[in-house]
T-cell receptor, first 112, second 114 residues
Framework: QKEVEQNSGPLSVPEGAIASLNCTYSDRGSQSFFWYRQYSGKSPELIMSIYSNGDKEDGRFTAQLNKASQYVSLLIRDSQPSDSATYLCAVNVKAAGNKLTFGGGTRVLVKP | DTEVTQTPKHLVMGMTNKKSLKCEQHMGHRAMYWYKQKAKKPPELMFVYSYEKLSINESVPSRFSPECPNSSLLNLHLHALQPEDSALYLC?????????????FGPGTRLTVT
């Protein structure tokens, strides 16, 4: 079982709709969770971090964390063509050494 | 300024060449990272420096040799690479080891080994 899993997509979303991305992780000791956006040929850019159960909103983005079920999700409201990118989920397990483990990424395509 | 710079942007090298990748940040960050990213794959951690000392080496082959000459600079020395080492090499920095909510990536060096 992979440590951090994401559906590779592509997730096709009409412009203006909500894109919903999911990520599951295997290590119950995971303490912090991150979503990165990566445009093709570019480097990853941090868009959200979440540390405790519940929702965290930042503009059009909402991160949701459920530690009991070991999943973290990202909602993108009012999706725009400029949101078309690969979204990487990353998890930090301090006990495993201070490093991030990335999921494989979900490719999102927002169609006008 | 939240910028991490990397040079060169692109590099083509033969299997017998020696080359170096450079990374620089002026944010006062004390942790610096090297990642390798193959096409359609996530970044894989290679090395982490904290306060200019090597903190993590993810069992990377010795043909990759990191160096942190000072708190702002991180180098990756390359020697006798294989074609499968062709990838995007990303440098990142964060305030301290593990402060990933303040981790910034550089634009990367796209390496091709022929």
């Amino acid at each position: 079982q992979k440590e951090v899993e994401q559906n590779s997509g592509p997730l096709s979303v009409p412009e203006g709709a909500i894109a919903s991305l999911n990520c599951t992780y295997s290590d119950r000791g995971s303490q912090s969770f991150f979503w990165y956006r990566q445009y093709s040929g570019k480097s990853p850019e941090l868009i959200m971090s979440i540390y405790s159960n519940g929702d965290k909103e930042d503009g059009r983005f909402t991160a949701q964390l459920n530690k009991a079920s070991q999943y973290v999700s990202l909602l993108i409201r009012d999706s725009q063509p400029s949101d078309s990118a690969t979204y990487l989920c990353a998890v930090n397990v301090k006990a495993a050494g201070n490093k991030l483990t990335f999921g494989g990424g979900t490719r999102v395509l927002v169609k006008p | 300024d939240t910028e991490v710079t990397q040079t060169p942007k692109h590099l083509v090298m033969g299997m017998t060449n020696k080359k170096s990748l450079k990374c620089e940040q002026h944010m006062g960050h004390r942790a610096m990272y090297w990642y390798k990213q193959k096409a359609k794959k996530p970044p894989e951690l290679m090395f982490v420096y904290s306060y200019e000392k090597l903190s993590i080496n993810e069992s990377v082959p010795s043909r990759f040799s990191p160096e942190c000459p000072n708190s702002s600079l991180l180098n990756l020395h390359l020697h006798a690479l294989q074609p499968e080492d062709s990838a995007l090499y990303l440098c990142a920095s964060s305030q301290d080891l593990g402060s990933f909510d303040e981790q910034y990536f550089g634009p990367g060096t796209r390496l091709t080994v022929t």
